[in-house]
């Protein structure tokens, strides 16, 4: 007897439909799974076999031949294991229902019991519009899916619960659908803008950052603030709009890193991966099959604290995701494509010892000292960086200063004012910040006098200038103008965003 079970598979971000068939025939016993299944899918036999007799069900001794069609899309994961068991007790008799309404996704346990499994809301969506509507999957993954509206979606904790709904002896509770909003409210952060005192040029320096999609390096001495800054990239930042969350939950929740009661990520992520990180587990791929920390970032902050502390090849790793907002990983089942657009925030200090640059601390490194401490971010990814700044020690009259500095809040206001600014303007592109501009986008958007043009020139020569730091700076001046409310960028804008390229 043959039994057809429907379940999903996850290629990168994207859900395909996967036809379990089990097929229970006379044979010498023997339990086979086809298809281009991985070790993974081998070890749910395992899993299967045990699930299976611990639920008082029995193995039939007899070949059993398990298909997962299409043949030609290698699997991975362990989310095939309850669609498995389902189909050998449907393919056995020992189970009647009619299935194929369903989909059934779910790890199980040696005991029978139902694991949380990784990307469920991509599946969902996609099973969706493929015109699924019905859902049996672990019982610690129902509040990821209650963020998917239109469809029926019955949460188990074991094996049996399973075999007790589809027989009719016992149905499920339906998981209450709360459907997808486009924020849950007020995020609230630890940290704020307000309470970073003086550093006045750092902050301007961050708001241009944030306002125009830029990234930032700080550069200054141990204890100067460069950490508490970044961390308040996020409370500036526009709210993620509903698209933003979902892209931003899908990668989450592909990743394994949704906690059970964490439905749809509304929090603009920061990820801060220390700096003995792998290039894997920045970027993905390799043996990790997981989204890297860069995808993990993706519509927030990747801030990589004491830069030249990290690897050269990992530092490398980041020039192409930096470039297109999307990293391709090469998986043992081809290559999958995650998005990455993220803000590169990073920290580092001016020399060795920290007070190369520094108004009132002396610096005691040689030339040659500095020269190849600097040189340890390269130039082709500093050229990345459009706003580099100076961080400073804050002096002690200002560490102590009553008066109250503008709020995270009040500056998130006008960050929203320069976004809108740049959605109006691209409106009919496929672009959203100043900083997604490629060349053509310059030319329309970024006309120079000819005194800026002059002023440019200059700065190309003297500081040396790739030409691609050139055309950042016009799109950090492009910024500037923005949230100055200029529709022409204007000479002060282009002198400030050069300021902004010689550390
Ligand atoms: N401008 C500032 N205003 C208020 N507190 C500051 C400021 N700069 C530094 N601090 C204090 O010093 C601590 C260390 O700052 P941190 O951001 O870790 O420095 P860095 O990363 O540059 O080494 C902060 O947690 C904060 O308490
Ligand atoms: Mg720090
Ligand atoms: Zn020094």
Redesign the pocket.
Known sequence: MISKINSYALYGLEGKLVEIEVDINNGLPSFEIVGLADTAVKESKERVRSAVKNSGRSMPTKKITANFAPADLKKEGSTFDLPLAIGLLKASAQLVADTDEYVLLGELSLDGHLRKINGVLPILIAAREQGFKNFILPFDNAKEASNVGGINVYPAKTLLEVIDHLSGNKLIGKQEIVGFSASKGKEVYDIDMS?????ATAKRALEVAVSGGHNILFV?A???????LAKCIPTIMPDMTKEEALETTKIHSVAGVLKADEGIVYKRPFRSPHHTATTPSLVGGGQNIRPGEISLAHNGVLFLDEMPEYSRATLESLRQPLEDGVITVSRVAGTVTYPANFILCG?MNPCPCGNFGSKDKECTCTPSQINKYKAKISGPLLDRIDVQVFVDQ?KFSE?VEEEKAETSEEIKKRVNRTRLIQKNRFSGEKILTNSDMGEKHIKKYCKLSPECEKILETAYENLHLSPRARSRIIKVARTIADIELCDDIRVNHILEAISYRHQ
Not at 195 to 199: I, R, S, T, Y
Not at 222 to 228: A, L, N, V
Request: hydrophobic share 30%.
């Open positions: 309470l970073v005192k003086g550093q200054g141990p204890g100067t603030g460069k950490t508490m920290s804050v560490l």
